[in-house]
């Protein structure tokens, strides 16, 4: 594999968005670690793969820590981190979003109407779409003071009343960064258990960083030109191909 194929994918994922050490730790923990810990050095050698300097994480890990994400104790001169009871019920959580397969996601769409204006609602599950109403996942749960409607059919317009033009440039970016990778690498062979778990968690966490910005609607209910399907199926794609790697087998690279 030529080296600098892998490298300028990883810098295609890295240049995807502003990169926030503290949210790409809890992707790495997300991904590669949810229910177990992971060791000082093998988790600076993950970072150090994807370009982040080790005073950079030992900054980002005393914000997890002081935010009740992770905890880290000391092992002889080791130090472990794990997600905490917190951090795993909120990593836990977003994993059915980030990694349900494309037939398990967007099948179907509920409109909401609140009470009141001026409504705050958690804008992973619930997209405003005019004064007090709302559209959501079929499977949302139905707020304090909501009513649920159930719309007949998804119109051709009614993306444009929720998407964004950041949020509908992103998933292009994205996109077309997956299909590069995808073209790029057939064989996971070619790939150390290293440079496996650094691609992993960088795809995931481009795709977290959109996904959990707005509720999981069936294509109809978005633009035409949403990539955020065409991502989902791209993402889990690539994540069959390079599978997850034992922490054991990171450490031996």
């Not at 005393?62 to 019920?89: C, F, M, N, P, V």
């Not at 990778?181 to 992993?200: C, G, M, N, S, W």
């Not at 966490?205 to 030109?225: E, I, N, V």
Request: with cysteine; hydrophobic share 40%; charged share 20%.
């Amino acid at each position: 594999m030529p080296e600098t194929a892998y490298d300028q994918s990883i810098a295609a994922l890295s240049d995807l968005g502003p990169m926030r050490v503290w949210s790409l730790l809890v992707t790495v923990f997300g991904d590669l670690a949810q229910d177990t810990a992971l060791d000082g050095p093998t988790l600076s050698t993950i970072m150090a793969g994807i370009g982040i300097k080790p005073e950079a994480t030992r900054v980002a890990l005393h914000r997890l820590r002081s935010d009740g994400w992770i905890t880290s104790q000391k092992t002889g001169r080791t130090s472990l981190h794990q997600l905490s009871a917190k951090g795993y019920e909120k990593s836990a959580a977003a994993s059915p979003r980030i990694y349900g397969r494309p037939n398990q996601m967007g099948r179907g769409a509920q409109v909401i109407l609140m009470a009141e204006t001026g409504s705050a609602l958690d804008p992973v599950d619930y997209a405003q779409i005019a004064p007090r109403l709302f559209i959501a996942g079929a499977d949302a749960p139905l707020p304090d003071s909501g009513m649920q409607m159930q719309p007949m059919d998804l119109p051709t317009w009614l993306g444009a009343q929720f998407e964004t033009p950041a949020m509908r440039e992103a998933y292009k970016a994205l996109h077309a960064t997956l299909l590069e990778i995808d073209e790029a690498f057939p064989d996971p062979a070619i790939f150390t258990p290293l440079q496996k778990a650094v691609l992993r968690v960088m795809i995931v966490h481009g795709w977290r960083r959109q996904t959990l910005k707005h509720p999981d609607l069936p294509r109809a209910a978005h633009s035409p030109d949403w990539r955020g399907h065409d991502c989902r199926a791209l993402v889990m794609t690539l994540l069959d191909r390079f599978e997850r790697p034992t922490l054991d087998a990171i450490k031996a690279a």
